[in-house]
């Protein structure tokens, strides 16, 4: 079965500060994974995947296999991160499963 | 329309009720999910219809919940019978076929459905 267990509902940071946001999977073929985003009042939307190995706003992603694990990480956290993060695992059906998320609260 | 549209944005029922919420893709999109976002819970996966093939309903969490899509273009979710425990924001995403329909999803702004 796929499943995606984010352990933070809720990480506080400053400004300033790094960061990173824990997101293992449980899925016995090769995934793709995915962070998603929703700033206040936004819609949901795509930050980065796996496959890419993009950095966008400064976040960055490894996918590590052998702990099965997809943390995003940011060195440097910014007021305008503060949102809602999700991350999401797609098997075989492209079916995609998000955790339950982590809310970012990054004060000045 | 620009992105996906969802409608209505917000719906309020009395518990027993049936409700219909609506969700109009971005055109050309072929895959088209619904999830159900509620407080603690993060986003739980409920149907996913591609093309013509038969829909995956595995995340339906009761047979009081379904959902179609005419014509390989507007989904409609219905809930009958509502409970309190029904109530959420309902999302709808829908992506483009290639490469992998999971690629990019794009999510409309919900319903906020609240049964008393």
């Known amino acids: 079965a796929q499943r995606v267990t984010q352990p933070e509902k809720l990480l506080s940071v400053f400004k300033g500060a790094p960061v990173e946001l824990k997101c293992n999977y449980s899925y016995s073929g090769s995934p793709e994974l995915f962070w998603y985003v929703q700033y206040s009042r936004q819609r949901l939307q795509l930050l980065l995947r796996?496959?890419s190995r993009e950095s966008i706003k400064g976040f960055t992603a490894d996918l590590n296999k052998g702990e099965t694990s997809f943390h995003l990480k940011k060195p440097f956290a910014q007021e305008e991160d503060s949102a809602m993060y999700y991350c999401a695992l797609s098997g075989s059906s492209y079916k995609l499963i998000f955790g339950s998320g982590t809310r970012l609260l990054v004060r000045p | 329309g620009a992105g996906v549209s969802q409608s209505p944005s917000n719906k309020v029922t009395e518990k027993g009720k049936d409700v219909e919420l609506r969700c109009d893709p971005i055109s050309g999109h072929t895959a088209l999910y619904w999830y159900r976002q509620s407080l603690g819970q993060g986003l739980e996966f409920l149907i996913y219809f591609q093309g013509n093939s038969a829909p995956d309903k595995s995340g339906l969490p009761s047979d009081r919940f379904s959902a179609e899509r005419t014509g390989g273009s507007v989904s409609t979710l219905t809930i009958q019978r509502t409970q309190q425990e029904d109530s959420a924001v309902y999302l709808c995403?829908?992506?483009?076929?290639?490469?992998?329909?999971?690629?990019?999803?794009?999510f409309g702004s919900g319903t906020q459905l609240s049964v008393l």
């Open positions: 995403a829908s992506s483009s076929e290639a490469p992998r329909a999971n690629e990019k999803l794009f």
């Open positions: 796996h496959i």
